[in-house]
């Protein structure tokens, strides 16, 4: 089985200080692969770097060999819900067609095809009752269904997922988790942000542990020992808490050569 | 003499022009402005225009003419300038974005107030013009002037139309955007240049001063009765447009009036008209709705303390009961009780009977509904939701007076047609209710 996502030696700073380190991974296709670490780690950080958001400092990474800018139309990312202003004045269908505006010029609108692949991006998702509502009007898990609709409506191969389980209801959680399932099966790469250890080996394939490092990938029931998930969740040494520290202060110190 | 001299400005030619290019220009600036809110930008455009002044006044003092091809261009790229040094103070220092705002919005403004004074001591003609840059005169357009504004205005309005459905999703969600690989920063660079655009011609007739009203309030003024794009952007060019074309008129009626004022007293008036009346803004249609229904509730309430009474009397031929007896049953607040009862006797639920009040046949079919109500619910509530008997009373207080025969009927149903409720008293049946 082919890689779909690799990365190779990624290094990400925020405010000179390290928030991701010489993380290599990669994560095979057709699976459904579950990011998690504590709060802080850098999982959101990581997604936010493969699709664009965020300039590593340094690293590479590919999508099936190829870079980003080649595979864009093949990756739909979901940011976090709270990342938007829900008070805005737009319904959500509007909010799904968005899915369709990467395979478009900036002119051009919809066409009946579109329109077709947003109805079933939305049924899908089980938001066609909701197709005219406000945002405002959503409740947590119809908001994320929303969003999940849009990235379906990308048509895309790759899912990158920041959280997107949070603070919805089990309902929704449970029919998401089935979506994903299907998705895989008909070729689909999933990467979820996770936040709940206990379900991550009902839900996903493969996991890869997170804390600034990446503490261990590979099978979810292989790689969620105690001995990594011990590893993964407690603070970090504070050796690595002071080098973090001396870095962001060196940087802000006027250096000469 | 009014409507003789309103008739007289329809028939002068330039009138007409005028208000044709000061409609196009509403139409832009509102719908740019409803862009720039929504992107939470509302002070963007008072910056930009103030930005705009030391281009013009510096165009004119070595031109010495007020040929709009070389103000608003000079206009133009001032505000750029301004705009482009906001942008850099936000990204490279760590000013706040209104902090940056204020620098450079005074700064210019203070380079544009000192070469206008500079201008106001030479001997150049037509300087009078320059100064009403400030706050705006519609009278002052030539039809040169309203050629320029009518078409820039266009091609505005056409551009916004072309990239309302990726504008929006920039502003709305931005990451995302990008992931989609549209270039963001180029539609924020293009909000940033419409929006100069809409400032720079807009000058002449709202002035520097108070140009961004024109932009911000009628996007505030829409959104006060809609939260569908679509439906903001018709509304706040109407809002524009009624606002423009009424300051248009006046200060050409009373020639020497400045406009931008009085467009911005129209707006103003829409603006608090909306904000009252609206239902969004909690205005006061929602109150007066509000009140009504409470005096409604209140006298369903009183109609069902006589129906009570009625039924607590032994003697059924006493059908009448004082206001005392009634509080006896249920204590009220005197003046909820007096709403309650006048409106109750309006509605003819109660009428006067010897020394007191007694239900009438529409009353008593009213009282007896809501009881049916009342106590439909406190059976659902106590049967399908587990709640203790002693609990239900509150809750069917308020469901009495939300619940409708369809909602009703519903109960019936569900709970088996009962003929107790939890407390042990009986539920009246279902009456034909046509006399309703």
Same mark, same amino acid.
């Given at each position: 089985?082919?890689?779909?996502?690799?990365?190779?030696?990624?290094?990400?700073?925020?405010?000179?200080?390290?928030?991701?380190?010489?993380?290599?991974?990669?994560?095979?296709?057709?699976?459904?692969?579950?990011?998690?670490?504590?709060?802080?780690?850098?999982?959101?950080?990581?997604?936010?770097?493969?699709?664009?958001?965020?300039?590593?400092?340094?690293?590479?990474?590919?999508?099936?060999?190829?870079?980003?800018?080649?595979?864009?139309?093949?990756?739909?990312?979901?940011?976090?819900?709270?990342?938007?202003?829900?008070?805005?004045?737009?319904?959500?269908?509007?909010?799904?067609?968005?899915?369709?505006?990467?395979?478009?010029?900036?002119?051009?609108?919809?066409?009946?095809?579109?329109?077709?692949?947003?109805?079933?991006?939305?049924?899908?998702?089980?938001?066609?009752?909701?197709?005219?509502?406000?945002?405002?009007?959503?409740?947590?898990?119809?908001?994320?269904?929303?969003?999940?609709?849009?990235?379906?409506?990308?048509?895309?191969?790759?899912?990158?997922?920041?959280?997107?389980?949070?603070?919805?209801?089990?309902?929704?959680?449970?029919?998401?988790?089935?979506?994903?399932?299907?998705?895989?099966?008909?070729?689909?790469?999933?990467?979820?942000?996770?936040?709940?250890?206990?379900?991550?080996?009902?839900?996903?394939?493969?996991?890869?542990?997170?804390?600034?490092?990446?503490?261990?990938?590979?099978?979810?029931?292989?790689?969620?020992?105690?001995?990594?998930?011990?590893?993964?969740?407690?603070?970090?040494?504070?050796?690595?808490?002071?080098?973090?520290?001396?870095?962001?202060?060196?940087?802000?110190?006027?250096?000469?050569? | 003499?009014?409507?003789?001299?309103?008739?007289?400005?329809?028939?002068?030619?330039?009138?007409?022009?005028?208000?044709?290019?000061?409609?196009?220009?509403?139409?832009?600036?509102?719908?740019?402005?409803?862009?720039?809110?929504?992107?939470?930008?509302?002070?963007?455009?008072?910056?930009?225009?103030?930005?705009?002044?030391?281009?013009?006044?510096?165009?004119?003092?070595?031109?010495?003419?007020?040929?709009?091809?070389? +103000?608003?261009?000079? !206009? *133009?790229? /001032?505000?750029?300038?301004? $705009?482009?040094?906001?942008?850099? %103070? @936000?990204?490279?220092?760590?000013?706040?974005?209104?902090?940056?705002?204020?620098?450079?919005?005074?700064?210019?403004?203070?380079?544009?107030?000192?070469?206008?004074?500079?201008?106001?001591?030479?001997?150049?003609?037509?300087?009078?013009?320059?100064?009403?840059?400030?706050?705006?005169?519609?009278?002052?357009?030539?039809?040169?002037?309203?050629?320029?504004?009518?078409?820039?205005?266009?091609?505005?309005?056409?551009?916004?139309?072309?990239?309302?459905?990726?504008?929006?999703?920039?502003?709305?969600?931005?990451?995302?955007?990008?992931?989609?690989?549209?270039?963001?920063?180029?539609?924020?660079?293009?909000?940033?240049?419409?929006?100069?655009?809409?400032?720079?011609?807009?000058?002449?007739?709202?002035?520097?001063?108070?140009?961004?009203?024109? +932009?911000?309030?009628? !996007? *505030?003024? /829409?959104?006060?009765?809609? $939260?569908?794009?679509?439906?903001? %952007? @018709?509304?706040?060019?109407?809002?524009?447009?009624?606002?423009?074309?009424?300051?248009?008129?006046?200060?050409?009626?009373?020639?020497?009036?400045?406009?931008?004022?009085?467009?911005?007293?129209?707006?103003?008036?829409?603006?608090?008209?909306?904000?009252?009346?609206?239902?969004?803004?909690?205005?006061?249609?929602?109150?007066?709705?509000?009140?009504?229904?409470?005096?409604?509730?209140?006298?369903?309430?009183?109609?069902?303390?006589?129906?009570?009474?009625?039924?607590?009397?032994?003697?059924?031929?006493?059908?009448?009961?004082?206001?005392?007896?009634?509080?006896?049953?249920?204590?009220?607040?005197?003046?909820?009780?007096?709403?309650?009862?006048?409106?109750?006797?309006?509605?003819?639920?109660?009428?006067?009977?010897?020394?007191?009040?007694? +239900?009438?046949?529409?009353?008593?079919?009213?009282?007896?509904?809501?009881?049916?109500?009342?106590?439909?619910?406190?059976?659902?509530?106590?049967?399908?939701?587990?709640?203790?008997?002693?609990?239900?009373?509150?809750?069917?207080?308020?469901?009495?007076?939300?619940?409708?025969?369809?909602?009703?009927?519903?109960?019936?149903?569900?709970?088996?047609?009962?003929?107790?409720?939890?407390?042990?008293?009986?539920?009246?049946?279902?009456?034909?209710?046509?006399?309703?």
């Amino acid at each position: 089985m082919s890689a779909a996502i690799t990365v190779n030696n990624l290094n990400v700073r925020y405010n000179y200080a390290p928030v991701l380190s010489d993380i290599s991974l990669s994560i095979p296709e057709q699976n459904m692969a579950a990011i998690i670490g504590p709060n802080g780690a850098g999982k959101s950080s990581l997604l936010k770097s493969l699709v664009g958001l965020i300039k590593p400092d340094s690293g590479e990474f590919s999508f099936f060999g190829a870079n980003i800018e080649k595979q864009r139309m093949n990756i739909a990312y979901v940011a976090q819900r709270q990342e938007v202003d829900w008070d805005f004045p737009i319904t959500v269908r509007e909010v799904v067609e968005m899915g369709r505006f990467g395979h478009l010029s900036w002119w051009q609108r919809l066409d009946k095809k579109d329109s077709r692949i947003v109805d079933n991006a939305m049924q899908m998702a089980g938001v066609t009752n909701l197709q005219n509502r406000q945002i405002s009007e959503l409740s947590g898990g119809q908001q994320q269904r929303m969003f999940v609709a849009r990235a379906l409506a990308q048509q895309a191969n790759i899912y990158l997922l920041d959280e997107p389980f949070a603070g919805i209801d089990v309902s929704t959680e449970k029919a998401l988790v089935e979506l994903f399932k299907k998705l895989v099966k008909q070729g689909a790469t999933i990467v979820a942000v996770h936040h709940d250890v206990s379900t991550v080996k009902d839900y996903f394939d493969y996991a890869l542990l997170l804390n600034q490092y990446l503490i261990a990938q590979g099978k979810s029931t292989d790689v969620l020992t105690d001995e990594n998930l011990k590893k993964t969740y407690t603070a970090q040494e504070s050796v690595q808490d002071s080098y973090n520290m001396a870095i962001k202060q060196k940087q802000k110190w006027p250096i000469h050569d | 003499m009014v409507e003789l001299s309103l008739i007289a400005l329809f028939q002068e030619p330039n009138f007409l022009w005028v208000i044709l290019g000061v409609c196009m220009l509403a139409i832009a600036t509102s719908c740019v402005g409803t862009f720039a809110w929504l992107n939470k930008q509302s002070l963007i455009g008072d910056a930009m225009a103030h930005c705009a002044l030391p281009g013009v006044a510096i165009a004119f003092l070595f031109s010495q003419s007020r040929h709009p091809l070389i +103000l608003l261009p000079a !206009a *133009i790229i /001032a505000a750029l300038t301004g $705009n482009a040094i906001l942008n850099w %103070l @936000v990204r490279r220092t760590k000013l706040s974005p209104d902090s940056a705002l204020a620098i450079v919005l005074s700064g210019y403004f203070a380079i544009g107030a000192m070469i206008l004074s500079l201008i106001q001591k030479m001997p150049i003609a037509g300087k009078a013009g320059i100064n009403q840059m400030l706050f705006g005169q519609a009278a002052a357009l030539d039809s040169l002037d309203v050629n320029v504004l009518t078409i820039t205005a266009c091609v505005v309005i056409f551009i916004v139309m072309m990239v309302l459905p990726r504008l929006r999703m920039v502003i709305f969600d931005s990451q995302f955007a990008q992931t989609t690989g549209t270039s963001v920063a180029v539609y924020k660079q293009l909000m940033g240049v419409l929006i100069v655009v809409c400032v720079v011609i807009g000058i002449q007739i709202v002035g520097v001063v108070l140009m961004s009203s024109l +932009l911000i309030f009628p !996007a *505030i003024n /829409a959104r006060q009765w809609s $939260n569908h794009l679509h439906r903001l %952007l @018709v509304i706040s060019a109407i809002t524009a447009l009624l606002a423009s074309v009424l300051g248009v008129l006046i200060s050409y009626y009373f020639s020497n009036m400045p406009t931008g004022p009085w467009i911005v007293v129209f707006l103003t008036i829409f603006l608090l008209f909306s904000l009252l009346f609206s239902p969004r803004s909690g205005g006061l249609v929602k109150r007066i709705i509000d009140y009504r229904q409470q005096t409604i509730i209140h006298s369903e309430n009183i109609t069902r303390i006589w129906y009570l009474l009625h039924h607590k009397t032994d003697n059924k031929n006493t059908a009448e009961f004082t206001k005392t007896d009634a509080l006896k049953v249920r204590s009220m607040k005197s003046q909820t009780f007096n709403r309650g009862f006048k409106y109750a006797l309006k509605k003819g639920w109660l009428e006067p009977w010897g020394y007191g009040y007694r +239900l009438s046949t529409l009353g008593f079919s009213k009282a007896e509904k809501i009881t049916r109500h009342h106590r439909l619910w406190e059976k659902y509530l106590s049967e399908n939701k587990q709640l203790p008997a002693q609990q239900v009373h509150n809750a069917a207080e308020y469901a009495e007076h939300i619940i409708d025969d369809n909602i009703a009927d519903k109960l019936d149903e569900i709970l088996g047609h009962p003929s107790l409720d939890p407390h042990g008293q009986f539920i009246p049946i279902k009456k034909d209710s046509s006399q309703d």
